[in-house]
């Protein structure tokens, strides 16, 4: 295995039509459908970098900017902004193109987690990752950071699996 890969080889687009059936009740692309895209091109761009299968190991968040329109074009970029043993940060930047004035804008953004499984089903090392860009340098800077927050956030979400056990509430 190669022990290390710049970022641009992980980078993946994905680009769709927002159609009427993909839309809420307000004309807007559904939190869900967007949601299924980004873990969908992160995985992508998971695998890319470590070339074996990959599972999310978390979301840290999908922060929802702007509404997506119908009729818009929306494009997802992700890339592998940093690793560690086993694991690898995903970022996915979504933007919406209105397809009749050009206008494009950053509409949500998400980090996500990915381990690689070996052949035996277990998490196996991943190849580190190089930034080189301004971005990609900024972005693997600060992951340390995010990695630690996932951490304490894994812990506290063990803890409360703890606390309420895994009988329905109102039982």
Sequence with gaps: MNSTKRV??????????????????HGTLFGGKLMAYIDD????????HSRLNCVT?????????????VDSEVCLEAFVTWTHTT??????????????T????????????FVAIGEDGKPTEVPKVIPETEVEKFLHET????????????????QLVQKIGSKLLWE
């Design 57 to 69: 190991a978390s979301t840290d968040s999908i922060d929802f900017l702007k509404p997506i329109k």
């Design 8 to 25: 641009s080889e992980s980078r993946i687009f994905k680009s769709s039509h927002v159609l009427p059936p993909d839309t809420n009740n």
């Design 87 to 100: 694991s690898m940060e995903v970022f996915v930047r979504v933007i919406a193109e209105d397809l009749f």
């Design 102 to 113: 050009g206008e494009r804008i950053v509409c949500a953004t998400s980090f996500l987690t």
């Design 41 to 48: 091109v992160a995985a992508l761009s998971a695998r890319k």
């Design 143 to 158: 992951a340390s950071a995010r990695a630690e927050i996932r951490k304490t956030r894994r812990i506290n979400s063990k």
